[in-house]
């Protein structure tokens, strides 16, 4: 057998989207980073990201304590506080180091002498206009001005089409040296073989698990790699259970995944039954704008009760200038679709967009693995809660990516490269020429989460769920056992860890809150807080 690969660096972060990349970029002044993409390098959530970033720019109408209670109102009463203020009072500063870096966020105009002047839009659970955003294409302008920075920079590296198959730790070598974070086994797509990169330290910036539903708004890639492999090396999970459901994704066979910003709503659009009239106003006196898990339980309510097919937004009331201008990515693309944003209501389902949970980490990026860190929707902050609150999330990637990198910087001195790792050991594996069980399997995953862990559950929808996946999990492993590495396998098995801690984080949750409604348990509890699961409890 020839030997594998081995790559080595002072810093490997897996993930190549805004929290990877702004990590990378503030390492790289000092350190050798290496970054793996899991596929092209902008093909990733940050690419798609619509709305924007929530900061606050206009410091004579709006507050820090205003997106402190925003952001705790919608999280449903279980953010923590002390990270929602830690994170909105660095958020200046941050989205600052964005701007700085040639992010083009739209701005009004001014006199030629003043300082820019950011346009600042609204979105749901706002109570100021605070989302800095670069039309309705934010995370298109995030993403690839990052990677252009990244691509320019000596001391980063960037392997595109890798997928990171598993931690490697003391405990995993056998050492008896304290556990720590060693480097990865990674998966080279390019050539079909697992390689390793050893490393000082590992920071996880995977994103979500949306994947796992059969309805998302989230490219191929969200699969929940970071969590399925942080769980292995012995990290705790948290608030798994809060998975955010996108109110209004196009509901349209040839764009299945794209989303209508909540700016659409932000700058009046309406949701409509399929008789023209509105709804929201019946389920919350903020109507359009209330928070996410409210409109989409709303919409999921109304498409059961009438047994309709999706709902509608409708902004054909708005100036066509106006909307053209704010709007110019989703017009261009409803278009072809026969579809004019100007003048018609446009079909809308929700779709699972976001992970709330994920790897518990401190406020400095930190998991309970010691060179191990996770960033962006990989990891469980405190900030979200039981409902992410809109352009949160891009904020928390820039954050944490300036406070972990600040820590790395502190802990690098200590830190020694670890000896050359043990090769992955493929000798006792072989082809497989049953790919079709990987996807049958892949399928019936994702059917079954949407049917019984979607906007409504239950207690027995969930037993049946997590009957499943233990039924399927079995056969990945036997799988896994007996035949060589492939991407989709390597993504099944790491959706059916997933899904089983969000299941498990489901049943725990004996309430209903934010994203978890549950018709056995409709009430909230007045003491409840995060739901945590812990490895050797399992």
């Known amino acids: 057998m020839t030997k594998q690969q081995q790559h080595q660096c002072d810093i490997l972060v897996v993930g190549s989207g805004a929290a990877g990349l702004s990590l990378s970029l503030r390492l790289a002044r000092k350190h050798k980073v290496t970054v793996l993409s899991k596929g092209p390098l902008n093909e990733g959530a940050t690419y798609y990201a619509q709305g924007g970033i929530a900061a606050v720019f206009d410091e004579e109408d709006d507050s820090i304590d205003a997106h402190v209670d925003d952001t705790m109102i919608a999280g449903g009463g279980i953010c923590e506080e002390d990270v929602v203020r830690f994170i909105a009072e660095n958020a200046k500063d941050c989205v600052q180091w964005l701007i700085d870096g040639g992010v083009p966020f739209d701005q009004v105009e001014t006199d030629d002498d003043e300082e820019p002047k950011y346009h600042l839009t609204r979105e749901g659970g706002h109570s100021h206009r605070r ?25 980063i590296t960037v392997l595109e089409r890798y997928t990171a198959l598993d931690l490697i730790t003391h405990a995993k070598t056998g050492s008896s040296k304290p556990n720590r974070v060693l480097g990865a086994y990674v998966w080279n797509r390019n ?6 990169v050893r490393a000082k330290f ?19 890639v ?8 942080a769980w292995r090396a012995g990290c705790r999970v948290a608030n798994l259970e809060f998975n955010q459901f996108h109110p209004t994704c196009l509901f349209h066979p040839d764009a299945r995944n794209f989303l209508l910003t909540e700016a659409l709503r932000g700058e009046g659009a309406y949701l409509l039954r399929p008789d023209g009239s509105r709804f929201m106003p019946e389920f919350d006196e903020r109507g359009e704008l209330a928070p996410r898990d409210i409109v989409a339980r709303a919409i999921d309510y109304e498409m059961k009760r009438l047994g309709a097919d999706c709902m509608y937004l409708d902004i054909s009331h708005k100036d066509p200038e106006f909307v053209q201008k704010h709007f110019p990515t989703i017009y261009e693309k409803l278009l072809p679709l026969g579809f004019d944003l100007t003048k018609d209501r446009i079909p809308i389902v929700p779709a699972a967009h976001y992970t709330c949970g994920g790897v518990i980490v401190d406020k400095r990026g930190r998991t309970d ?12 902050t405190g900030l979200h809660g039981a409902n992410r609150m809109a352009s949160n999330s891009l904020l928390e990637c820039v954050v944490y990516a300036w406070s972990a990198a ?6 690098a001195s200590k830190a020694e490269m670890p000896p050359e790792l043990p090769p992955w050991d493929e000798s006792q594996v072989g082809c497989s020429d049953e790919e079709v069980v990987i996807q049958h399997n892949w399928h019936e995953l994702r059917l079954f989460m949407w049917d019984y862990v979607g906007i409504v559950r239950s207690t027995k929808r969930l037993e049946r769920a997590l009957r499943r996946i233990e039924l399927l999990k079995q056969e990945v492993h036997d799988y896994y056992s007996n035949f060589r590495v492939s991407n989709n396998l ?21 309430e209903s809150r934010g994203l978890h409604y549950n018709i056995d348990y409709p009430n909230t509890q007045p003491d409840a807080g995060p739901t945590i699961l812990t490895p050797d409890q399992q």
């Open 369 to 380: 693995l010691p060179g191990l860190y996770a960033i962006g929707e990989v990891s469980y």
């Open 490 to 510: 390597l993504e099944l098995r790491n959706l059916l860890q997933v899904a089983e801690l969000i299941v498990r984080c489901a049943m725990a949750r004996r």
């Open 131 to 155: 989302i800095l955003h670069a039309a309705d294409a934010t995370g298109m302008a995030v993403q690839t001005t990052l990677q252009e920075n990244a691509r320019n920079h000596p001391n």
């Open 202 to 220: 590992v920071i996880l910036a995977t994103g979500g698990a949306s994947k796992v539903y059969q309805y998302t708004s989230n490219p191929d």
């Open 222 to 229: 969200s699969s929940g790699d970071g969590i399925a492999m």
């Open 191 to 196: 050539r079909e073989a697992v390689e390793t």
């Open 406 to 411: 600040q820590d790395i910087f502190r802990e």
